[in-house]
């Protein structure tokens, strides 16, 4: 009995010591996790505070008291410069884009002096985005920091200027301040402050380099005319030569095969530095100078990323790279559907050469036309009656799935279609936004193509596949099985209906 009464008491003492262990841990808890009261201390809303440890993306975020541990410190800063490299591919795309067409240019000769001219078309052996199959191109890139530029431009073309940036300095031509009647005009540098010449319609560019870009008329199936009407009354050449113009070096660029298009890979980073340290400072934002700035791109620094940006920055250029893609070929912005529930795309919402309607930049459809295409002026954005043009887009068939080369298709064209000079439908590869290379050399159908069929009420209806339908050779365009691929509807000269939307296309339907 006294035994099992002393073991009774020992556990009774041992359970009164746990407890007020307990109770003491429990207190110092307390003491640790309420702040204490002072003179000044108020009630703090728990919404502007930051927990000790926080759930995220990035995994486990760690703090005391706010002050971030040196794990949570790395990994946002990892994030960080991801971000704002991702962000960085997308904002000055149209700047590795034009350094990619520069450099195309460049392989046939030096600027200001070498015009190319595709005397017999473009085919599809060239890799620049989105090109036409139906207007003889004329391409020369032009540098003003020696001297401004003067060009002798034409009559009956039709064109523009872009600074490297890929913004309009001025349309040219048909659409331009020529009227279609041709004239000199003068680019001047971002920094030129002499007297203007008189005799010139001058040109203001924020960069030094710029390319031209005109676009000469077949003629009944000929293009010996523009090309002719080229060749006679172009000429660049710096103005401080305009006493002997050098020779114009112009090199038929038809059929040659030659690169245009912008890196999608860490490659993309160098081409935008070395943008930046030729271009003025002022040549863009400052909001876009401080984002490239974050990841290294500065004008007076040379562009040395280590073996972490370089890292983080090869996995920004792909997941930029995937972004576009997705914004491109799966947009979820409605305002890019001119007809709803239609499959067909507009390269911009807004008619608005600045991608600003309303005044508000539309960042999907800035990135939209600078992935897929380029050279957005006024003349192939706003509404005007026979001139200039205009373009819809698609990579999706009537049911939604997107377009696969092994298949046939139709697309029905209604009478009538909106086009004074010309229309046509072009297939183009996904891969490169260029024209798709298979057996045909132009992979395209519109109404300047000799025997193109059509019906007895004026419509017209075009065949995609591997194969052509029996006896609709002439209006088939071939696709490769295996492969996607994307079209793109012109329309040069626009009508009213196209605007008023009174008319529109077919879609693009699966022959079973």
């Not at 009956?156 to 020529?178: E, K, Y």
């Not at 002499?194 to 203001?204: A, F, M, S, T, V």
């Given at each position: 009995?006294?035994?099992?009464?002393v073991?009774?008491?020992?556990?009774?003492?041992?359970?009164?010591?746990?407890?007020?262990?307990?109770?003491?841990?429990?207190?110092?808890?307390?003491?640790?996790?309420?702040?204490?009261?002072?003179?000044?201390?108020?009630?703090?809303?728990?919404?502007?505070?930051?927990?000790?440890?926080?759930?995220?993306s990035?995994?486990?975020?760690?703090?005391?008291?706010?002050?971030?541990?040196?794990?949570?410190?790395?990994?946002?800063?990892?994030?960080?410069?991801?971000?704002?490299?991702?962000?960085?591919?997308?904002?000055?795309?149209p700047?590795?884009?034009?350094?990619?067409?520069?450099?195309?240019?460049?392989?046939?000769?030096?600027?200001?002096?070498?015009?190319?001219?595709?005397?017999?078309?473009?085919?599809?052996?060239?890799?620049?985005?989105?090109?036409?199959?139906?207007?003889?191109?004329?391409?020369?890139?032009?540098?003003?920091?020696?001297?401004?530029?003067?060009?002798?431009?034409?009559?009956?073309?039709?064109?523009?200027?872009?600074?490297?940036?890929?913004?309009?300095?001025?349309d040219?031509?048909?659409?331009?301040?020529?009227?279609?009647?041709?004239?000199?005009?003068?680019?001047?540098?971002?920094?030129?402050?002499?007297?203007?010449?008189?005799g010139?319609?001058?040109?203001?560019?924020?960069?030094?380099?710029?390319?031209?870009f005109?676009?000469?008329?077949?003629?009944?199936?000929d293009?010996?005319?523009?090309?002719?009407?080229?060749?006679?009354?172009?000429?660049?050449?710096?103005?401080?030569?305009?006493?002997?113009?050098?020779?114009?070096?112009?090199?038929?660029?038809?059929?040659?095969?030659?690169?245009?298009?912008?890196?999608?890979?860490?490659?993309?980073?160098?081409?935008?530095?070395?943008?930046?340290?030729?271009?003025?400072?002022?040549?863009?934002?400052?909001?876009?100078?401080?984002?490239l700035?974050?990841?290294?791109?500065?004008?007076?620094?040379?562009?040395?990323?280590?073996?972490?940006?370089?890292?983080?920055?090869?996995?920004?250029?792909?997941?930029?790279?995937?972004?576009?893609?997705?914004?491109?070929?799966?947009?979820?912005d409605?305002?890019?559907?001119?007809?709803?529930?239609?499959m067909?795309?507009?390269?911009?919402?807004?008619?608005?050469?600045?991608?600003?309607?309303?005044?508000?930049?539309?960042?999907?459809?800035?990135?939209?036309?600078?992935?897929?295409?380029?050279?957005?002026?006024?003349?192939?954005?706003?509404?005007?009656?026979?001139?200039?043009?205009?373009?819809?887009?698609?990579?999706?068939?009537?049911?939604?799935?997107?377009?696969?080369?092994?298949?046939?298709?139709?697309?029905?064209l209604?009478?009538?279609?909106?086009?004074?000079?010309?229309?046509?439908?072009?297939?183009?590869?996904?891969?490169?936004?260029?024209?798709?290379?298979?057996?045909?050399?132009?992979?395209?159908?519109?109404?300047?193509?000799?025997?193109?069929?059509?019906?007895?009420?004026?419509s017209?209806?075009?065949?995609?596949?591997?194969?052509?339908?029996?006896?609709?050779?002439?209006?088939?365009?071939?696709?490769?099985?295996?492969?996607?691929?994307?079209?793109?509807?012109?329309?040069?000269?626009?009508?009213?209906?196209?605007?008023?939307?009174?008319?529109?296309p077919?879609e693009?339907?699966?022959?079973?």
């Amino acid at each position: 009995m006294k035994k099992t009464k002393v073991k009774y008491l020992m556990l009774c003492l041992l359970a009164g010591n746990i407890a007020f262990s307990c109770s003491q841990k429990k207190k110092k808890e307390q003491e640790t996790t309420i702040p204490a009261k002072y003179k000044m201390t108020t009630e703090i809303p728990a919404s502007i505070t930051t927990p000790d440890v926080v759930e995220t993306s990035l995994g486990t975020l760690r703090f005391f008291d706010g002050f971030p541990d040196s794990n949570t410190v790395q990994k946002v800063y990892d994030n960080l410069d991801f971000q704002r490299g991702v962000q960085a591919f997308l904002r000055a795309m149209p700047a590795a884009l034009f350094y990619s067409v520069r450099s195309g240019i460049r392989t046939f000769g030096p600027d200001n002096q070498t015009m190319l001219i595709t005397e017999s078309l473009l085919d599809s052996r060239t890799l620049i985005m989105v090109a036409n199959t139906e207007t003889v191109y004329n391409m020369a890139w032009l540098d003003t920091k020696d001297s401004p530029i003067v060009i002798d431009l034409p009559p009956q073309t039709l064109g523009f200027i872009l600074d490297i940036w890929g913004r309009c300095v001025s349309d040219m031509g048909n659409a331009g301040p020529d009227r279609g009647k041709g004239g000199k005009y003068l680019l001047l540098p971002p920094d030129y402050f002499d007297n203007l010449p008189e005799g010139y319609i001058p040109l203001n560019s924020k960069t030094y380099g710029n390319l031209i870009f005109i676009r000469g008329f077949v003629v009944n199936g000929d293009t010996h005319p523009a090309v002719e009407n080229t060749k006679k009354h172009f000429r660049i050449y710096p103005l401080n030569m305009a006493s002997y113009p050098p020779a114009m070096n112009f090199v038929n660029a038809s059929g040659k095969s030659y690169n245009t298009q912008m890196n999608n890979d860490f490659t993309f980073f160098n081409q935008i530095a070395e943008v930046v340290h030729e271009e003025p400072l002022e040549a863009i934002d400052p909001e876009t100078r401080g984002l490239l700035a974050a990841i290294g791109i500065r004008k007076d620094k040379p562009f040395e990323p280590d073996a972490r940006m370089t890292q983080i920055l090869t996995d920004a250029a792909s997941v930029g790279n995937a972004t576009a893609r997705v914004i491109v070929f799966d947009t979820r912005d409605q305002n890019n559907y001119p007809y709803p529930g239609s499959m067909w795309k507009a390269g911009f919402a807004g008619n608005d050469p600045e991608m600003s309607p309303g005044g508000v930049l539309d960042v999907d459809s800035r990135i939209i036309y600078y992935y897929n295409a380029w050279g957005v002026t006024p003349a192939m954005s706003l509404k005007m009656i026979g001139k200039g043009s205009q373009y819809a887009y698609t990579e999706h068939d009537a049911d939604g799935n997107y377009l696969d080369g092994g298949k046939t298709y139709t697309l029905h064209l209604p009478p009538n279609i909106p086009a004074k000079d010309f229309w046509s439908v072009i297939v183009y590869d996904p891969q490169t936004r260029s024209m798709l290379q298979t057996d045909q050399q132009f992979p395209s159908a519109g109404n300047q193509r000799k025997g193109i069929l059509v019906n007895q009420d004026g419509s017209v209806d075009v065949y995609f596949g591997p194969a052509p339908p029996p006896g609709k050779e002439s209006n088939w365009i071939q696709t490769i099985p295996g492969k996607g691929w994307y079209t793109m509807l012109r329309l040069y000269g626009p009508l009213e209906s196209w605007f008023d939307k009174t008319w529109k296309p077919g879609e693009i339907e699966l022959v079973n």
